[in-house]
């Protein structure tokens, strides 16, 4: 099995997106968590690579939420989907509210 790290997790974005999206996504996740799976935001209690708020809600993509960057990432280009189309139009609305 291929093992679970950022690394791999980031080449399994890159592969569900063409590079612009990607580009939007890694400056996205970069400034929201450093792509840190474990990352906290402190003040709201935002969760993982893509922010989860709840953390919980990454629940849905695996049990392993807490630490698997595939499941982090997976539940968060489908939440990218839903709630803002691509993630360019989600880092659009990051740089003018100042989260998304």
Not at 36 to 65: D, E
Not at 67 to 76: A, E, L, Y
Request: proline fraction near 7%; charge should be positive.
């Amino acid at each position: 099995p291929i093992p679970d790290t950022v690394a791999n997790a980031r080449a399994y974005a890159r592969s569900h997106l063409d590079a612009r999206q990607f580009g939007c996504v890694d400056v996205l996740w970069e400034s929201e968590s450093r792509w840190n799976p474990r990352a906290t935001n402190v003040k709201t209690g935002a969760y993982g690579i893509p922010q989860s708020l709840p953390a919980t809600k990454m629940a849905t993509f695996g049990r392993n939420w807490r630490t698997s960057p595939k499941t982090q990432v997976s539940w968060g280009l489908q939440y990218i989907a839903r709630r803002y189309g691509t993630p360019c139009q989600a880092w659009s609305f990051r740089i003018a509210h100042g989260w998304y």
